[in-house]
């Protein structure tokens, strides 16, 4: 089942911040984020384990809440090069070789 | 190092024909993946394998069929293509469980088919 992602869109001045979610109505192992230029392939950015960590490089950042079955990534001052769409993917207990993503957020970062 | 290539890179078939798609990484990855993407969708499992001569089921494998015989090589397989399956496929592979911390995906370029 995929996890669910907000907002589905948002178009941003450079230099604002945004927030993406995703949530699963399943229990969690994993978080993985991802994200996908237009016509490119996607490309990692970060894996967040249960445990409730948080992670971070540059100006972006994310979180797991394991007990909430969430996790949000965190873009700070965006930048132009931040425009794309982000995926969630998610690892369910009992089911750790499958990487499940969701619908995804597309992110427009204008000058 | 060329990472995950997939091939081919855009395909046109008609209604019923039978086509292969192959992914070939040379990471040494155990795990491989095979998503399917169409607009509002995002990325869909199709199959799986956790390892050569392995296989698993993903979240819509009907119409596909995989094949894993040599670690390097992951096959997908549409024996009868009909135009629901008309999509941009992608590959991906990681060196070990995505359920670790170490277990990020390395993704192809896509193989884009249009099915008439």
């Known amino acids: 089942q995929q996890p669910v992602q907000s907002p589905q869109a948002v178009i941003l001045r450079e230099g604002e911040d945004a927030v993406i979610n995703c949530s699963s109505s399943?229990?969690?192992?994993?978080v993985h984020w991802y994200r996908q230029k237009h016509g490119e392939a996607p490309v990692f950015l970060m894996i967040?384990?249960?445990?409730?960590e948080q992670k971070g490089h540059d100006k972006i950042s994310a979180s797991f809440n394991e007990k909430k079955q969430q996790s949000s990534l965190y873009l700070t001052a965006s930048q132009l090069s931040y425009s794309g769409t982000y995926f969630c993917g998610t690892v369910t207990q009992g089911g750790s070789e499958k990487l499940v993503f969701g619908k995804g957020m597309k992110l427009t970062v204008n000058p | 190092n060329a990472g995950v290539t997939q091939t081919p890179k855009f395909r046109v078939l008609k209604t019923g024909q039978s086509m292969t798609l192959l992914c070939a990484q040379d990471?040494?990855?155990?795990?491989m993946y095979w998503y399917r993407q169409d607009p509002g969708m995002g990325l869909r499992l199709i199959h799986y394998s956790v390892g050569e001569g392995t296989t698993a089921k993903g979240e819509v494998p009907d119409g596909y069929n995989v094949s894993r015989l040599k670690k390097q090589n992951f096959l997908l397989g549409l024996e009868s293509a009909a135009p629901s399956q008309t999509s941009v496929y992608f590959c991906?592979?990681?060196?070990?469980?995505?359920?670790?911390?170490?277990?990020?995906?390395?993704f192809g370029e896509g193989s884009r088919l249009t099915v008439l």
């Open positions: 991906a592979s990681s060196y070990v469980s995505p359920g670790l911390n170490t277990g990020e995906l390395f």
């Open positions: 967040l384990l249960k445990g409730g």
């Open positions: 399943k229990a969690l192992y994993s």
């Open positions: 990471m040494n990855h155990e795990y």
